[in-house]
């Protein structure tokens, strides 16, 4: 399988995978997402399979030192295989290559399975965000360390 950039052809199988990976209230619109792919301070990975369809898409940023990991959609599928994982060590790397030295998340803390792959790459909690995804839907906020961190380097080999 591939990570490459996204593109603006990518823009229906990303909605689909967004309308199959999130509850109706916490979705992305198309619009947000043509957005995203023509952002110029947006990086936008996509994991292709092996017919180039995507089954994974992550969006990042990344402003003077601070990198932000604003979205995570993997192909419900295909979750549990890696895909989630090698894309936000792919943000990862970019980030520490353009100079971050921090790369910022927010996650619903009910959301198990992506708080334990996010610590698995070695973020940890900071804060929480209240009301973050609506009244009483609160985010929890995590952070890892990009430049200088032997520790990440050896989640990312």
Do not use: K
């Amino acid at each position: 399988m591939i990570i490459t950039h996204a593109r603006p052809d990518d823009l229906a199988d990303i909605v689909a995978l967004e309308q199959d990976g999130f509850d109706a209230t916490e979705q992305w619109s198309e619009a947000a997402w043509a957005q995203e792919l023509a952002a110029a301070d947006r990086r936008v990975l996509a994991r292709l399979d092996l017919h180039a369809r995507v089954i994974g898409v992550a969006s990042f940023s990344c402003v003077e030192d601070m990198a932000d990991l604003h979205r995570v959609v993997v192909r419900p599928s295909a979750r549990g295989t890696g895909i989630g994982a090698s894309l936000v060590r792919a943000g990862l790397e970019w980030a520490s290559a353009v100079g971050a030295r921090r790369m910022l998340l927010e996650v619903r803390p009910d959301n198990h399975s992506a708080v334990a792959l996010y610590r698995r790459l070695g973020f940890e909690p900071i804060s929480t965000r209240r009301d973050y995804y609506g009244p009483g839907r609160d985010a929890l906020v995590m952070q890892v360390s990009l430049a200088g961190d032997d520790a990440w380097a050896v989640v990312c080999a």
